[in-house]
């Protein structure tokens, strides 16, 4: 199942909450279940504007909002139209500040990236690899001067900070890892008309204009001290994650839901926007055993003579790279799907074009509300990932006609200085 299906299941059978103690940045509350939720300090301003709230990432998070411009539908489509804002609030990632002389030397022992070659303010999409060349988790870096900024997934955070800790206490070098817990808060902010909203909170002379994709600053915002800004996100349009103190999230999401053009924005359509733009969800389409060459996700690496693929250096490197830096041969490829005529959900199966040979199954599926028909991405056998390939899903025990279909489904706008 997507995170779509699941988490609109667990909205309407979940187990009703008992009473926690409040903090200003951090809230647990019990289930029936005993699970324990944290909440983020925007947990009231959700409720208030009438967030749906589900678990997700040990979070109770909105997966939907009800009202006027509510539901996954119309949240959806409005991050895609011209001029408008969807507002998320992403505050279950990790953000992780790494500090020390060494601290890229030893970053590049854990990620694919080339991290010593970012220059001040840039950033990059990277990856976390085991022993066998696996996926542990996507994370995005930035080189923030005087430390390295890092975000990963929420879900794999804790895990993800255990392996860290194992690397550094076999390091000799200068290198500490700084958690910010959940005393930084982190909304992301998309759509044609993200740089609109937030250059409303940025200080006087702050230049958006020239402020690349995936680039980073400390700033203030609304004239509050120790925020973050960086332009990336997760929906294919334009950006940004804003980070912010804890005890100031309230009054920075009110300001800027202030503006008619931003509408909150729930887990299910982050979902399916991420999708329609051929993003991976970790846990879903990535996993452990899954390489950077199998998710298509090589280009993290370099290209072809670059330092990361020529030099490796990081864990795994040697299940994933010729000591030419050619990339080694992958049994599987993760690959867009198209043309089936009901959505297929995660773990139907694909065959070839016969119906007879099962070579790989679906990792997520939804349907589109851009393109209004059923979109998905899985893993196929290698030799039937090129495009236009035609296949068979198995949805609900019946055979339909597909075909591999290049991603993003639909297209991206990441921003572009002017030239």
């Known amino acids: 199942m997507t995170l779509v ?69 119309k949240e959806h489509l409005w991050c895609r139209e011209e001029g408008k804002v969807a507002m998320f609030d992403v505050s279950h990632m990790g953000q992780i500040r790494w500090h020390g002389k060494d601290r890229a030397d030893f970053i590049e022992k854990l990620v694919v990236g080339d991290i010593k070659g970012l220059a001040p303010g840039s950033g990059c999409l990277s990856l976390v690899t085991n022993a066998n060349g696996g996926i542990i988790d996507d994370t995005v870096i930035t080189n923030a001067g005087d430390f390295i900024y890092m975000v990963v997934n929420g879900a794999t955070k804790f895990g993800d900070m255990k392996h860290f800790q ?25 759509g044609p008309g993200a740089a609109n909203a937030v250059a409303k909170l940025l200080p006087d002379g702050f230049d958006l204009t020239n402020m690349g994709f995936m680039t980073g600053a400390d700033t203030t915002l609304d004239g509050i001290d120790g925020c973050r800004i960086t332009r990336c996100g997760y929906t294919g349009e334009d950006g940004f994650e804003i980070a912010m103190p804890a005890e100031h999230t309230v009054s920075i999401a009110s300001k800027l839901v202030e503006d008619e053009t931003v ?46 693929r020529t030099e490796g250096g990081f864990i795994g490197a040697e299940h994933i790279l010729t000591p030419e830096g050619k990339f080694k041969k992958s049994s599987k490829k993760r690959v867009g799907i198209m043309g089936m005529k009901a959505p297929a959900r ?8 016969t119906g007879e040979n099962l070579i790989g199954e679906i990792t997520s599926g939804t349907f589109s509300p851009c393109l209004k028909k059923p979109i998905a991405m899985g893993y196929v056998e290698t030799g039937n990932h090129k495009n236009g390939t035609e296949v068979m899903i198995k949805i609900r025990n019946k055979m339909q006609k597909a075909a591999v279909t290049k991603m993003p489904f639909v297209e991206s706008h990441y921003y572009r200085i002017p030239e």
């Not at 690397?167 to 909304?187: C, I, P, S």
């Not at 055993?289 to 072809?304: D, E, H, I, Q, S």
Request: hydrophobic share 35%; glycine share 12%; proline share 3%.
């Open 5 to 73: 299906s699941n988490i609109l299941r667990s909205a309407s059978t979940r187990a009703s909450t008992a009473s926690a103690t409040a903090t200003v940045a951090k809230r647990a509350l019990a289930t029936a279940s005993d699970e324990v939720l944290v909440k983020t300090a925007l947990y009231d301003f959700h409720k208030e504007l009438g967030g749906d709230m589900v678990s997700f990432a040990g979070y109770e998070l909105p997966v939907l909002y009800k009202g006027e411009n509510g539901g996954v539908m």
């Open 346 to 353: 995660g773990h139907a199966e694909i065959y070839d074009a």
């Open 166 to 190: 194992e690397q550094l206490d076999a390091f000799d070098g200068d290198v500490t890892m700084e958690y910010l817990e959940d005393t930084k808060q982190l909304l992301a902010i998309q």
């Open 263 to 308: 509408n909150p924005t729930g887990l299910g359509a982050r979902d399916s926007l991420r999708l329609e733009a051929g993003l991976c969800l970790y846990g879903n389409d990535l996993d452990s055993t899954t390489t950077p060459t199998m998710g298509a996700l090589g280009w993290t690496m370099g290209g072809p003579g670059s330092r990361r």
